[in-house]
């Protein structure tokens, strides 16, 4: 089973910085969208970036516009989102995810279907 692997996360206050990482290394990435999820217990899993697979187009939600940025460093086999001015909102869990078919559409960004690969999850908790 490819994997993905997840590393960064922790505790910051607000207005600080985190950055995920998401390592790759089984994919192939032009054939692959890479997203970055984030949950809340009790809350529905929120799509809050992708990368596109070939033409590095990017999406973000409203809610982590100008803070957060997704990236992709092929030759690493890595997907970064670097997270900065953090709020106390953004605790969550943040998952990535790997999935042959577009994430993100029209309307915005779509969970991942079921055969999407998925890291294990890091938390991110932000202080005020």
């Known amino acids: 089973e490819v994997q993905l692997v997840q590393s960064g996360g922790g505790s910051v206050r607000a207005g600080g910085s985190l950055r995920l990482s998401c390592a790759a290394p089984g994919f192939i990435f032009d054939e692959n969208d890479f997203g970055w999820y984030r949950q809340v217990p009790g809350k529905e899993r929120e799509g809050i970036s992708a990368?596109?697979?070939?033409?590095?187009?990017?999406y973000y939600a409203d809610a982590v516009k100008g803070r957060f940025t997704i990236s992709r460093d092929i030759s690493k086999k890595t997907v970064y989102l670097q997270m900065n001015n953090l709020k106390p909102e953004d605790t969550a869990d943040y998952y990535c995810?790997?999935?042959?078919?577009?994430?993100?559409?029209?309307?915005?960004?779509?969970?991942?279907?079921?055969?999407?690969?998925w890291g294990q999850g890091t938390q991110v908790i932000v202080s005020s």
């Open positions: 995810a790997a999935d042959t078919a577009f994430l993100v559409e029209p309307s915005g960004m779509r969970q991942p279907r079921p055969r999407a690969s």
């Open positions: 990368i596109h697979r070939t033409d590095n187009s990017t």
